[in-house]
C-alpha cells in the first residue's frame, strides 16, 4: 500500500516541481497570442477555457491505455509503478508538454509537419505513414472495444452490429462538426465519470486494505517475462505513448494563453499515471497473485479484470458506473482519433477544413477503409502497434530536443528520455518475432550501436539548423489581438 501511495504523491508532487521546471525552460510567453484566435475558422480553430481543454485532452489520450496496459504490466510485479511514476514524470508529461506548447508556436501544426521542420522533410513523409495508421488502428479498434463492452454489459439485449453502428455515426459526427458542438460541450460530463470511476476503484482499494505488493527487492520482479525492452511496450498510455503527439494538436488549436499548457497537456498526463497505478493495483492484489491474474485474463482479458474489480469494489450499481467510465475511455479517443486523421491528412494536403465539403472528402475514405477493418483479424497489424506508437513517442521527443537545443535551452529534459526510449524501440524490433527474431545479445548490441548512430546524425543536424537560425515559431507579428 504504502508504494501505492507514494507512487501517488510522487506522481502530484512531480506536475508542481518538475512540470514547473519544463515550463520554465520552454519559456511561456503569456502575451502571445494561440492559434485559436489567429487562425481562428470556427471548426477545428476555436478558443476554450482551460478546464474543458483540461478534460478533452484527458480523454483524447487516455484510451483503454492507462486501464488495459496498466493491468497487463500488472503482471511484472511493483516494478510497473516505477515506470508508471518515471515515465510519466520525466518521459510522457514531458512528452505532452513539449508536443502541445511546439504546436501551439506553428499555428496547430500536427507531428508529421513539425517532423517536417525540425527533423527534415523526409521525416514529414513517413512520420504521416506512421500517424494515419496509428489512428486508424486506434479509432477501428475503439469502436469494437467498447461496442463489446456494452454489449456484454446489456446481457446482449442489443445487437452487437447496432451498437458498432451506433458508434460510428457518433464518430462521423464528432470528426465532422466544429470541436466545440460535440466533443466540446460532452467531454466534461464523459470526464465527470472517468474521474469517479477511477477514483471509486483507489478508494476502494486503501478502504478495503488490498493487499497491494510493496516494492522490495525480493518482490521487484516476480515475473519470468524480461523487463526490457518489453515492460516500456505493455505500459504505454499512463507513462509513455506516441499516440498523445496525435492528440495533443487537436487541443494546441484550441488553447487560449500559452500559460494554460502545463495544466493542459503536463498536468493531464500525470493525470492518466494516476489513472494508472490506480488499475495496476488492483491488477497485483486483486485476483489471489498474479497466477489468479493470469487466469482471468486468458479467460476474458483485460475487460474481465475491469469487470471483476469494479464490481468488487463498487458493487453491481457502482460497479456499472465504473465499467462505463472505463468504456468512455475508447469512444472519446476513438473519435478523435478520426478527427485527427482528418486534420492530419488535410494539413498534408493544404486543404482548409472551414468547409463540410473539404471535411467529408477526407473523412468518408477513412470511414470505409475503418469498416472494411472491423469485417478482417488484423491482430499481426495490432501487434505492430505498441512499437509503433513509441517509435511515434521518440520522433516527438527528437522534436521537442530539436526545438530547444536550436534555442539554447535545456534539450536534455527532452533527448534523455527519447535517446532512452530509441534504444528501446529499436532493441524491440530486432528481437521481435514479428520484427527480426534476433537473439536479445545481438539485439541489445544493434539497439545501442543504432542510437549512437542516430543520436549522433541528431546533433549534426541539430549544431546546421542552429547555425542556419532556423526559425522556432510562426511569424504572427501582423496579428496584435491578445486573448
Known amino acids: 500500500m504504502y508504494t501505492f501511495l507514494g507512487g501517488i504523491a510522487l506522481l502530484i508532487i512531480g506536475y508542481f516541481t518538475y512540470g514547473k521546471f519544463v515550463e520554465k525552460v520552454f519559456g511561456v510567453k503569456e502575451e502571445r497570442a494561440t492559434p ?31 486501464v488495459f496496459g496498466p493491468i497487463m504490466g500488472a503482471l511484472y510485479g511493483p ?5 508508471i511514476v518515471v515515465g510519466c514524470i520525466f518521459a510522457g508529461a514531458v512528452h505532452d508538454y513539449l508536443t502541445g506548447m511546439i504546436s501551439i508556436r506553428n499555428r496547430g501544426a500536427h507531428l508529421p509537419e513539425l517532423a517536417s521542420k525540425f527533423l527534415g522533410k523526409i521525416m514529414r513523409h513517413v512520420v504521416n505513414a506512421f500517424a494515419v495508421l496509428l489512428l486508424l488502428l486506434v479509432g477501428t479498434v475503439f469502436v469494437s472495444t467498447p461496442a463489446s463492452l456494452l454489449h456484454v454489459l446489456m446481457d446482449g439485449k442489443i445487437a452487437l452490429g447496432i451498437i458498432i453502428a ?18 466540446g460541450r460532452f467531454y466534461p460530463y464523459f470526464g465527470a465519470l472517468l474521474v469517479i470511476s477511477a477514483v471509486g476503484i483507489g478508494v476502494g482499494l486503501i478502504v478495503k486494505g488490498s493487499p497491494i505488493p510493496e516494492l522490495s527487492l525480493t518482490n521487484f520482479h ?8 518489453l515492460l516500456f511496450f505493455t505500459i504505454t498510455c499512463g507513462a509513455l505513448s506516441g499516440f498523445h503527439a496525435t492528440q495533443t494538436p487537436i487541443i494546441s488549436r484550441t488553447t487560449q494563453k500559452e500559460n494554460q499548457g502545463r495544466k493542459i497537456f503536463y498536468g493531464m498526463m500525470i493525470a492518466e499515471g494516476v489513472i494508472a497505478m490506480i488499475w495496476a493495483a488492483a491488477g497485483m492484489s486483486l485476483f489471489d497473485g498474479y497466477t489468479g491474474l493470469q487466469e482471468v485474463l486468458a479467460a476474458g482479458g483485460p475487460g474481465a ?8 469494489m463498487l458493487g453491481a450499481i457502482g460497479g456499472t458506473l465504473a465499467v462505463l467510465g472505463v468504456v468512455v475511455l475508447p469512444i472519446t479517443s476513438g473519435d478523435t482519433a478520426f478527427r485527427s486523421a482528418r486534420m492530419i491528412i488535410a494539413e498534408y494536403l493544404n486543404i482548409a477544413q472551414k468547409k463540410l465539403s473539404s471535411r467529408l472528402w477526407i473523412a468518408v475514405p477513412l470511414f470505409a477503409i475503418s469498416v472494411v477493418l472491423t469485417q478482417i483479424d488484423f491482430n499481426l497489424l495490432w501487434r505492430y502497434f505498441s512499437w509503433a506508437n513509441q517509435a511515434t513517442a521518440v520522433i516527438a521527443l527528437f522534436v521537442g530536443a530539436m526545438y530547444l537545443y536550436i ?26 518475432q514479428i520484427g527480426f527474431g534476433l537473439s536479445m545479445t545481438v539485439s541489445w548490441y544493434g539497439g545501442f550501436i543504432g ?14 539548423a542552429r547555425a542556419n537560425g532556423l526559425p522556432l515559431e510562426e511569424d504572427i507579428s501582423g496579428w496584435n489581438k491578445v486573448a
Do not use: C, H
Not at 79 to 83: G, H, K, P, Y
Not at 305 to 312: H, I, L, M, W
Open 451 to 464: 542510437a549512437a548512430i542516430l543520436i549522433a546524425l541528431f546533433f549534426n543536424a541539430a549544431k546546421k
Open 407 to 432: 534555442a539554447r535551452k535545456n534539450y536534455w529534459i527532452s533527448l534523455v528520455p527519447g535517446s532512452f526510449m530509441l534504444v528501446m524501440v529499436i532493441t524491440y524490433i530486432l528481437n521481435a
Open 36 to 66: 485559436a484566435y489567429v487562425n481562428s475558422d470556427g471548426v477545428d480553430y476555436v478558443p476554450m477555457n482551460t478546464a474543458k481543454n483540461s478534460m478533452i485532452q484527458l480523454l483524447n489520450i487516455a484510451g483503454t491505455g492507462p
Open 305 to 312: 479484470v475491469v469487470s471483476e474489480v469494479s464490481t468488487t
Open 222 to 229: 516476480p515475473a519470468n517475462a524480461p523487463i526490457f525492452p
Open 166 to 183: 451506433a458508434i460510428f455515426v457518433y464518430y462521423i459526427l464528432a470528426t465532422l462538426l466544429p470541436v466545440d458542438k460535440i466533443i
Open 79 to 83: 516494478v510497473a509503478f516505477i515506470w
